[in-house]
């Protein structure tokens, strides 16, 4: 039997699709095309893109400009280096270790952000008792942020610094649900990380808000960076306490 008779139609229909989006470029920007492609998520930097098609630099900025020019790639700004374009294909999200997560715009911390979330889970939370995916998901819907996608484990910084700062509290709580499989029914049991609105007064201590703790840009703070101890107004009205 031939070879390609192994691959399924799916494959076989993809490689066709590939094939057509790659027509007329040069062997050169195909094996750069290969190379973004492998990159995935975390994308590929020109220096990299050197080493590996051992290209000179002019041959591979021509081949990357006619590549976006038929929307097969683009260039997205990296946290770790803002003014360095990191190449991926078209349609590929970014990682968070590109992007950095919801808190920044192209490549920028922004702490409105922040802000905007931290008062949006607040009153969330202040209605009735919230888990992090249903925050989340509440958020989402309602399109808080444009042209971002929330995940839990973003609510959850933000979360966590409300329980710190005393606004809210959380507790584990027993659930329960009937799970079916082949007809039968099982109870199952299990608990869940929930938030409900602060009980009571609060005490004030240096101690329950140290903001570095929940700050969802910690490992990215230190001298000499844009986001620092030095600058940060948090830090500095903790220190003050």
């Keep these: 039997a031939p070879l390609y008779s192994w691959v ?5 229909l993809k490689s066709r699709q590939k094939s057509v989006r790659l027509k007329g470029l040069s062997q050169e920007s195909k094996h750069i095309y290969q190379e973004i492609e492998a990159a995935a998520e975390k994308g590929i930097g020109m220096r990299d893109l050197k080493f590996k098609t051992n290209y000179p630099g002019p041959l591979i900025r021509k081949a990357l400009d006619t590549m976006a020019g038929k929307a097969l790639i683009k260039w997205v700004h990296t946290i770790q280096a803002k003014n360095v374009k990191i190449w991926m294909l078209k349609d590929i999200e ?19 952000i922040v802000t905007t979330l931290y008062k949006a889970c607040e009153g969330l939370v202040a209605k009735k008792e919230q888990t992090a995916q249903s925050v989340t998901d509440a958020i989402n819907r309602a399109g808080l942020l444009v042209g971002k ?11 966590s610094a409300l329980e710190l700062d005393g606004k809210l509290e959380g507790y584990h709580k027993a ?26 007064g609060t005490i004030d201590s240096p101690f329950t808000s140290v ?15 844009e986001i620092n101890p030095t600058d940060c107004a948090y830090f500095g009205s903790w220190l003050d306490f």
Excluded: F
């Excluded at 996608?149 to 979360?159: N, R």
């Design 8 to 12: 399924s139609e799916a494959e076989r």
């Design 94 to 112: 970014p990682s968070r270790e590109v992007k950095g997560g919801p808190w920044y715009e192209d490549g920028e911390y922004e702490h409105n």
């Design 149 to 159: 996608t929330l995940h839990a484990v973003d609510v959850e910084y933000v979360l």
């Design 175 to 200: 659930v329960s649900a009937i799970v079916k499989k082949e007809g039968q029914s099982t109870m199952t049991r299990g608990k869940e990380y929930v938030y409900r609105k602060k009980k009571g």
């Design 211 to 225: 903001p570095c703790c929940v700050c969802p840009v910690a490992d990215k703070c230190a001298e000499g960076q």
